[in-house]
C-alpha cells in the first residue's frame, strides 16, 4: 500500500491529496456509473446548500476541497459532489465492517475493514497529515476524497473507523464527509461525539470511536433524521446499516451483503466475552458465507465492493498502535504508533 506524507496550509493538504489521486480520478473513478450518477447532480439546490454550509462552519475543509480539485486538475463542482456522494444519493460503494471491544489486560480494541471499489486497490493510501491548522493525523484515503471517512488516529489518540449507512432520507444539512474529517480535529471523544451529531446534518454514517488515556469506547450512528450514541459494555460488531434501537424506525437500505455480515458476527458475538487484536483479525478475515463474507474479494461482490485494507488499533493508557493488513493477512503491510 502507498505511504504518503502531507504538510502545509489546508488548501496546500488538499492539492497534495489530490495529485496522489489524479491518475485514479481520471483512468478509474470518472468511468464508474456512481461517478457519473453523483456529478449529474453537481448543480442541485441540495448540493449547492451543502457548500454554503461547508464554506461558513467549516472553511479550511472548504480550502482542502479546493486543494484538491486544484490537484486532480478536475473541476470543483465536480469534487465537491464526489466527497457528497453519500448525501446526495442513498447507496454507494462503500461498506465496511467494524468490531470493538476490550483486551485482557484492559485496552480497547477497534478493528476495522475498508471496502470499496476493488478497482482501487493499489490507488489507495495511509496518508499522514501535518496541518499548519488543526491536529495531525493517519487516514486512510481514496483518490478523489478528503480523509476522515474511513478509518483514522488523530495526534490524541482519537480512533474513529467509519461504516457507510445507506439512508433513505438525506435532508439538507452539513456533508457527512465535512463532519468526519472536522472530527480529525477533536482533542477528545466528547468533542469528536459533538461534532459528528452536529445538526443540521444530510448523509449518514456509523462511527466506532475510542482514544488512548479514555476507558470508553463508542458507537455513534448519525443520520439526518436523528442520532444515536451509546457507549459500548461488551464486544460489539457493525456491518454498516443501522441497527440501535433508538433508530430502528430509520428508513434504509441494506444490501444482502451487509445482512449477511451482521447476521455472521451476531452469531460470532455469543462466543466473545474479551476481544483482541488476534481474534479480530481472524474474525474480519472471515469467508464462512462463500457468496456474502466478511472479507469481500470477489470480482462478483454484489455491492461492488472489495476489502482493501484492514485496521487493527489498539489503545492504552499512553498509546495507540495501528496495524494494517492488506491482502496478506499475517503481516502488516504498515505499523503506527501515537504517543
Not at 470518472?30 to 456529478?39: C, D, E, F, M
Not at 470493538?100 to 485496552?107: K, L, M, T
Request: hydrophobic share 35%.
Amino acid at each position: 500500500m502507498k505511504t504518503i506524507t502531507i504538510s502545509g496550509s489546508a488548501f496546500a493538504i488538499g492539492q497534495q491529496l489530490g495529485e496522489f489521486g489524479r491518475e485514479a480520478w481520471h483512468n478509474k473513478l470518472t468511468s464508474t456509473a456512481l461517478w457519473q450518477t453523483v456529478t449529474a447532480m453537481k448543480e442541485s439546490e441540495q448540493a449547492r446548500t451543502m457548500s454554503q454550509r461547508v464554506q461558513q462552519q467549516f472553511p479550511l475543509i472548504w480550502q482542502e476541497l479546493e486543494g484538491l480539485a486544484e490537484g486532480l486538475q478536475a473541476p470543483l463542482d465536480e469534487v465537491v459532489a464526489w466527497n457528497y456522494r453519500g448525501d446526495l444519493v442513498r447507496s454507494t460503494s462503500d461498506g465496511c465492517t467494524t468490531v470493538a471491544g476490550s483486551n485482557e489486560h484492559g485496552e480497547r480494541i477497534i478493528a476495522h475493514n475498508e471496502d470499496g471499489f476493488p478497482q482501487l486497490r493499489d490507488d489507495c493510501a495511509m496518508v499522514s497529515v501535518v496541518p499548519e491548522q488543526g491536529l495531525q493525523f493517519i487516514s486512510f484515503a481514496y483518490p478523489g476524497s478528503i480523509c476522515g471517512h474511513t478509518f483514522a488516529v488523530n495526534e490524541k489518540g482519537i480512533v474513529n473507523t467509519v461504516n457507510n449507512i445507506r439512508a433513505v432520507d438525506r435532508p439538507a444539512g452539513l456533508p457527512r464527509q465535512v463532519l468526519a474529517r472536522a472530527a480529525l480535529n477533536a482533542a477528545t471523544l466528547d468533542d469528536a461525539i459533538t461534532i459528528l451529531t452536529m445538526e443540521p446534518r444530510a448523509g449518514a454514517f456509523h462511527h466506532t470511536l475510542g482514544q488512548q488515556g479514555d476507558s470508553r469506547l463508542f458507537s455513534v450512528e448519525a443520520t439526518g433524521t436523528g442520532c444515536s450514541v451509546t457507549q459500548l459494555q461488551n464486544v460489539f460488531a457493525h456491518a454498516n446499516h443501522l441497527i440501535h434501537e433508538k433508530l430502528d424506525t430509520t428508513e434504509q437500505v441494506i444490501t444482502d451483503s451487509s445482512g449477511s455480515r451482521q447476521q455472521r458476527l451476531n452469531h460470532w458475538l455469543k462466543r466473545q466475552t474479551v476481544l483482541n487484536g488476534a481474534s479480530a483479525k481472524a474474525i474480519l478475515s472471515d469467508q464462512h458465507d462463500a457468496e456474502l463474507p466478511i472479507y469481500r474479494l470477489s470480482p462478483q461482490d454484489p455491492d461492488e465492493e472489495n476489502t482493501l485494507a484492514t485496521a487493527i488499533f489498539i489503545s492504552g493508557s499512553d498509546r495507540t498502535t495501528l496495524q494494517v493488513f492488506t491482502l496478506d493477512r499475517q503481516h502488516p503491510a504498515q505499523e503506527y504508533c501515537i504517543e
